[in-house]
């Protein structure tokens, strides 16, 4: 695999993990609840958004 390809999709499964807990932090903070489907697509959105946006910034930074 294509190292840049590897390191986006890297970023994109950590942000997605870490956007995850920042919601669950925000949840017992405040005591709302969002739903499942919530979760899961605001989780995709992330999931997809960056990696793209790592692979495409890549290529400017280098």
């Known amino acids: 695999m294509n190292p840049r390809v590897k390191s986006s999709l890297l ?3 950590i ?4 956007f995850l807990v920042l ?8 005591d709302y609840r969002y ?3 919530v979760k ?3 989780a995709l ?3 997809v958004g960056v ?4 692979y495409v910034a890549d290529g400017y930074l280098d």
């Open 11 to 13: 970023w994109g499964v």
């Open 15 to 18: 942000d997605v993990l870490a």
């Open 23 to 30: 919601l669950q932090g925000y949840e017992l903070y405040t």
């Open 35 to 37: 739903t499942v489907g």
């Open 40 to 42: 899961v697509g605001a």
């Open 45 to 47: 959105v992330v999931g």
């Open 51 to 54: 990696p793209i946006l790592t």
